[in-house]
């Protein structure tokens, strides 16, 4: 099946900074990539699909402002949590389709911790 | 916008057979996925029912019956690997996007 990485695995920050996460269709092109975000015992939850070479579509109550998404290349799509809080602090996942299928195949996902 | 409801947990013995259910509220069905993630981990792709009837893939085997909102995910010959949450996920409205239940946190034991 089709990979998908994500960098960094796990991430510690203050309160306060901005932490990018990068989200890799490894041996396939992706133009469409999908970011989730996951509290602990709780399902996945869409925050925004990516769009090469245009602007994310972001869904309700997500602000587009604190998570700045950017697809500038078929492989890569990356996620920006501005000024990270603490009520930030959840497992990001990205996950990609292959253009002419309806399977998504997820990243490994991305532990935010916020002090 | 979708309703999908399952089991918070379920158990089941090594070596068993255990019926996973899910139900849901769409309008413009595309499809059902079942996913299996452990903890700490992404999900992984199980299977894809669009279509009434039973869909086989090894121990595992999903069910689809539209006109019922209703699937199940049937696993065989429990291992203790099976032990995870599954998730089912429902698309809709034109989209292959799918919107994720809360999960089936299953617990397989000896």
């Known amino acids: 099946g089709a990979v998908v990485s994500q960098h960094p695995s796990w991430v510690i920050c203050k309160s306060g900074t901005s932490v990018k996460i990068e989200c890799r269709s490894l041996d396939f092109q992706a133009t469409t990539m999908f970011w989730y975000r996951q509290f602990p015992k709780q399902s996945l939850m869409l925050m925004a699909t990516?769009?090469?070479?245009?602007?994310?579509?972001?869904e309700q109550g997500v602000e587009k402002d604190k998570f700045l998404i950017n697809h500038a290349s078929l492989t890569l799509s990356t996620l920006t949590v501005t000024s990270a809080h603490p009520e930030d602090s959840s497992f990001y996942i990205c996950?990609?389709?292959?253009?002419?299928?309806?399977?998504?195949?997820f990243g490994p996902g991305t532990r935010l911790t916020v002090l | 916008g979708q309703n999908i409801d399952q089991p918070t947990e379920m158990t089941a013995t090594e070596g068993a057979i255990v019926q996973i259910n899910c139900t849901y509220q769409t309008s413009g069905f595309n499809g059902l996925f079942w996913y299996q993630q452990h903890a700490g981990e992404a999900p992984t792709f199980l299977s894809y029912?669009?279509?009434?009837g039973l869909e086989e893939k090894g121990r595992f085997s999903s069910f689809l019956s539209r006109s019922k909102g209703y699937s199940y995910l049937l696993l065989k010959e429990l291992q203790m690997k099976d032990s995870a949450s599954y998730l089912c996920?429902?698309?809709?409205?034109?989209?292959?996007?799918?919107?994720f239940g809360r999960g089936t946190s299953l617990i397989v034991h000896p």
């Open positions: 029912n669009v279509l009434d």
């Open positions: 996950s990609a389709r292959v253009d002419s299928g309806n399977e998504q195949f």
């Open positions: 990516s769009n090469e070479g245009s602007k994310a579509t972001y």
């Open positions: 996920a429902v698309a809709s409205g034109g989209s292959y996007i799918p919107t």
